[in-house]
């Protein structure tokens, strides 16, 4: 009977092949029939499903979520060709977040200097950018040549001890570590790296050349404090921040010393707060290879370390601020900056490497508030200089 039954759904349909009925039907039937129902339908049902609706009608396949599309700067430097990468990584083009810290400062400087009304001067401001870039990559080329050692060290105490933090894979797996590119090979890309900073130096007037060469000592210098001290991030903000002079003086011809001295010192505290943040993500690495850092000096401490140098931060801003006679939007930015600090420092985790490195991070939002507002407030100068004028002609 059974048999007659199937023979009796198989005819119901044209001649020649089933109708999509028939074989809804026939499914129905196997489902009744088999051991193992479900598992027969997860086969059976696409290929009815294709035969009731048609393929115009069908859903479509969604994307691969194996390789979201990004253009992010680390997928940008995994897409290049594969000879070129690890000079990419060897300057931190996959790590953008350093590339910021470094171009803001300048940005800040030069927004300053802008003349009152008026936007910053953009050409100045790429020639600016394309710098940040080239000196920051020289800078990470020259770290990496000073520790390479260091680095094959940590990597050597990993392989060995499976409590070693994953952070030493990072720095074991650098390019000049992992032995992907030869100690020379670094020369030679530090050097061209350098040449082309220096292309973008000569771009400028005579006075911003030497002082931009000024700071080719700190540059150098750096990546040896750490062996020297515990107050590295001390000399970097010093090196980070040179922009905040240079910036200026691009746009002057020279600084002005009652603006820039302040906006540097507050850059300085800036750099303290957010690179001592950075350093309790690697301290256990530092311990184990015997480098310094204030992470490691201001161990528990570290909190009020902070919200003092956040502090002398805002204060340099607003002497800045009042010698160049910046207005509300500006002083409103100073404002938002020093509560975008207050809730890093307040909620920061220093015994979680993953929040140091979110709270390290979004110190580019501060930077880029900041730029915000000295733009705003530059053109706020303006409409000022005009409701002054205007009593003043009715005289």
Partial sequence: MAAGGRGALRTRGPSGSASAGGKMAALLWRLGRAPCGLR??????????AAVWPPRFAAAAPPDPRRPLSF???????????????????????Q??????????CTWSMALAA????????????????????????????????????????????GRCEMIPSSV?????RPLAAGEISTFQSFVFLGGQLSLALCVLLCLNYYSIVLGAASLTLVVSYPLMKRITYWPQLVLGLTFNWGALLGWS????????????????AGVMWTLVYDTIYAHQDKRDDILIGVKSTALHFKEDTKRWLSGFSMAML?????????????????????????HLAHQIYTLDIDKPEDCWKKFASNRTVGVLLFVGIVLGNLCKRQESKTVQEPLESR
Wanted: contains cysteine; aromatic residues 10%; hydrophobic residues 45%.
């Fill in 169 to 173: 894979a990072r720095t074991a797996s």
């Fill in 40 to 49: 027969a339908a997860r086969t059976a049902l696409p290929a009815a499903a």
């Fill in 250 to 265: 691009a746009i002057r011809g020279s600084c002005d010393w009652s603006v820039c001295l302040p906006l540097y010192l």
């Fill in 315 to 339: 204060v340099g801003l607003c002497v800045a601020g009042m010698n160049c006679n910046q207005t509300f939007p500006y002083y409103s930015a100073v404002a938002a900056v020093g509560a």
């Fill in 115 to 158: 003349p009152p009304g008026a936007l910053p001067h953009w050409p100045t401001m790429a020639l600016f950018g394309a710098g940040a870039v080239l000196m920051r990559g020289a800078g990470c080329t020259i770290n990496d040549m000073w520790d390479r050692d260091y680095d094959k060290k940590v990597g050597s105490r990993a």
């Fill in 72 to 94: 992010s700067a680390a997928e940008l430097v995994r897409a290049a060709p594969g000879r070129l990468q690890p000079y990419l990584r060897l300057m931190r083009l996959h």
């Fill in 96 to 105: 953008p977040a350093g590339t910021w810290l470094l171009y803001l400062p």
